[in-house]
């Protein structure tokens, strides 16, 4: 099974440190007994949830839709196999074609994902398109090629999936026909007007959480709690970035793990640290084992927030009576099974596929309703409410621009309540 972790590429970490004269005074909430994870030597294992009240009951309406900001990527990592794809689909209405690395030893099994949610999305909805999935390799050349035949032959090309492959296409001067990217490029320059870019992007993510937080928590400071991997870098820099844009303070702590275990040290540091100098709220750029870890050690008070990386999962015998109350961003796929949009679309796989396998299809399906919606208005705007999230297109003047808005929850008793958005 992959790893979230595993396909996650690296960004500088952006940590802003505490400026503790501009800081305002806190009350300071006791913290519970010790039950061995802030002990050293203690045994690091799940503790028994604090007797601290839950945070209250959030309320989020999301910041208005700003200009669209170039993100990072995603980066798929080679996957542990794949499937052979045979697709010849009778022409009918706007031609659509699907541009994946499906002959690709490393890059298959992720291509497959995405192809799978973009057919189930086909399926559900065929009028007025015909779609033709159009099989690549590795080499950005080959997909540039490619890309030149597809486009040639139809009226939409969605792909390329792998970041070279975009970047390559974004600064070719190829990009003939509307393209719907499936990755961020890593490029200076603007994109080509007829590009829009709906790759997932931890990075945005991160940001909409501080977003969240800062409403809820007006002037607060923040602890960024984070650790080595390169994912939690890109989490925590994107959070304490857009947190001091904000005009807020925060403090970031680095937290040494081992074998997916928070070093007790670390732990006892942190609650020492705490006992003196509590923050108002947690961001924590960790996993959801790790988050347990602390919340044991620190209690359960303070409000804390993340991405999909704490997300437990929904499996009764996984719930994690720690993260209750913790606010999670993430996407309606993953977090709103019974919403009727999302129980409209088949369930790929199984748990074995992998939780960024599941994240890969979602993004297929939304990527054939923009296609499809692109198809029936190339030049102009339209929002849609996706299964990874609401989506916001407009191919008007200019590069395309896009905007994805998750949806954001709270985690009790092994359930996800979903935050009312406004629009």
């Not at 499937?83 to 009778?90: E, S, V």
């Not at 541009?99 to 999305?121: C, I, K, W, Y």
């Not at 006892?268 to 923050?279: K, T, W």
């Not at 804390?304 to 993430?330: C, H, M, Q, W």
């Amino acid at each position: 099974m992959l790893k979230k972790k595993n396909i996650r590429a690296l960004l500088p970490t952006a940590a802003f440190g505490l400026l503790a004269a501009a800081l305002s005074a806190c009350s300071s909430t006791p913290l519970p007994p010790d039950t061995g994870c802030g002990v050293p030597g203690g045994l690091c294992a799940p503790a028994a949830t604090s007797a601290s009240p839950p945070p209250a009951e959030p309320s989020y309406t999301p910041p208005p839709p700003a200009a669209p900001v170039q993100t990072n990527p995603i980066e798929i990592l080679p996957p542990t196999g794949s499937r052979p794809l045979a697709a010849d689909l009778n022409p009918s209405g706007a031609r659509i074609a699907l541009l994946l690395p499906l002959q690709s030893d490393a890059l298959a099994q992720p291509a497959e994902a995405v192809r799978a949610g973009f057919m189930a999305g086909y399926e559900r909805d065929r009028g007025g398109v015909t779609v033709n999935v159009i099989p690549t390799g590795d080499s950005s050349q080959a997909t540039l090629d490619a890309y030149a035949r597809a486009a040639e032959q139809h009226d939409i090309v969605v792909g390329p999936l792998a970041r070279p492959a975009v970047a390559a296409l974004a600064t070719s001067g190829a990009v003939t026909r509307p393209t719907i990217a499936l990755n961020h490029p890593q490029t200076n320059g603007p994109l080509p007007r007829q590009m829009l870019v709906v790759g997932l992007s931890l990075e945005d993510e991160a940001r909409q959480v501080a977003d969240w937080a800062a409403a809820e928590q007006p002037g607060a400071r923040a602890l960024v709690l984070t650790g080595k991997a390169a994912w939690q870098q890109r989490l925590s820099g994107a959070f304490t970035a857009r947190w001091a844009q904000l005009g807020l303070n925060n403090m970031v702590v680095e937290l040494p793990s081992s074998d997916g275990y928070v070093d007790a040290n670390a732990l006892a540091e942190l609650r020492s640290r705490m006992q003196v100098d509590q923050p108002q709220l947690v961001f924590a750029a960790l996993d959801a084992v790790q988050l347990r870890q602390v919340r044991s050690a620190i209690g359960t008070s303070l409000p804390t927030y993340g991405t999909a990386s704490i997300n437990p999962g929904r499996d009764p015998g996984s719930a994690a009576p720690e993260l209750a109350g913790v606010r999670i961003l993430d996407l309606p796929w993953a977090v709103q099974p019974e919403h009727p949009l999302v129980a409209s679309y088949p369930r790929w796989g199984d748990t074995s596929n992998g939780y960024d396998m599941q994240r890969l299809y979602a993004l297929g399906i939304d990527a054939f309703r923009i296609a499809r919606q692109l198809a029936l208005r190339p030049d102009g705007a339209f929002e849609l409410d996706g299964v990874t999230g609401r989506l916001s297109v407009d191919m008007g003047a200019g590069a395309g621009a896009f905007r994805r808005v998750e949806t954001g929850t709270v985690y009790r008793d092994g359930a996800f309540e979903a935050v009312a958005f406004g629009r």
